[in-house]
């Protein structure tokens, strides 16, 4: 059965710094995927990788998947307020199905 | 384009009861899942529906049951509430061209957030 880790589950980081959340997953999955969620909020897509060796970058975040290692990266580079949320991984089994990691709550402090 | 839609977007029941939660799906999209998030047990799948048929299940009792009509629209439904149903509840729409599909991604509605009392 498919298993979704994340480390850390809550980082408090100062802004300017750059911080990695990483996700580990147990076995074999087509996709990775990286979603935020505000307090009250639903979950919004931030990047889904596809391949081993694959890197997307979106303004401060970018995200990596190391398929072999079983493992994916989400890289915040000199982090800003607007970052504050949690960050969920997800690995995909089988049709549609998600699999969650816990979620890692990221607090950035001015 | 319009985002999913989930209604309502609220609701308060009592143990016992049942209730059943609606999702429009973006359009176009034919595959809609669902979703239970709660502070415990995290976000955890419940099922998924495409073309009208389940294809897949989470480790949920049978008092969850969904369906999907032709227009892609789904409703879930739990009977004889628990407590411990208490959570969001979220639906999410892809277009699921294939099983494997390139890059694929589920875009989530607002949620329903359910209180069982």
């Known amino acids: 059965e498919l298993k979704v880790e994340q480390n850390p589950l809550f980082l408090s980081m100062q802004e300017g710094k750059n911080y990695t959340i990483y996700c580990n997953y147990s076995?074999?999955?087509?996709?990775l995927y990286w979603y935020r969620q505000d307090p009250g909020k639903s979950l919004e897509s931030l990047f889904v990788?596809?391949?081993?060796?694959a890197v997307k970058q979106e303004g401060r975040l970018m995200a990596s998947l190391d398929t072999k290692a079983r493992l994916s990266t989400l890289h915040i580079t000199a982090a800003v307020h607007d970052l504050s949320a949690t960050y969920f991984c997800a690995a995909i089994q089988g049709a549609q199905k998600l699999v969650f990691g816990q979620g890692t709550r990221l607090t950035i402090n001015p | 384009k319009a985002g999913v839609t989930q209604t309502p977007r609220y609701l308060i029941k009592t143990r016992g009861q049942q209730v059943t939660l609606s999702c429009s799906p973006i359009?176009?999209?034919?595959?809609v899942s669902w979703y239970q998030q709660t502070p415990g047990q995290g976000l955890q799948f419940l099922f998924e529906?495409?073309?009208?048929?389940?294809?897949n299940k989470g480790n949920f009792p049978g008092r969850f049951s969904g369906r999907q009509f032709s227009n892609s629209r789904s409703e879930m439904n739990v009977s004889t509430l628990e407590l411990g149903d208490s959570a969001l509840y979220l639906c999410a729409s892809s277009l699921a061209v294939s099983s494997l599909g390139s890059g694929d991604t589920q875009y989530f509605g607002p949620g329903t957030r359910l209180t069982v009392l």
């Open positions: 990788l596809l391949s081993n060796g």
């Open positions: 076995t074999t999955s087509d996709r």
């Open positions: 529906y495409f073309s009208e048929t389940q294809r």
């Open positions: 359009s176009g999209h034919r595959s």
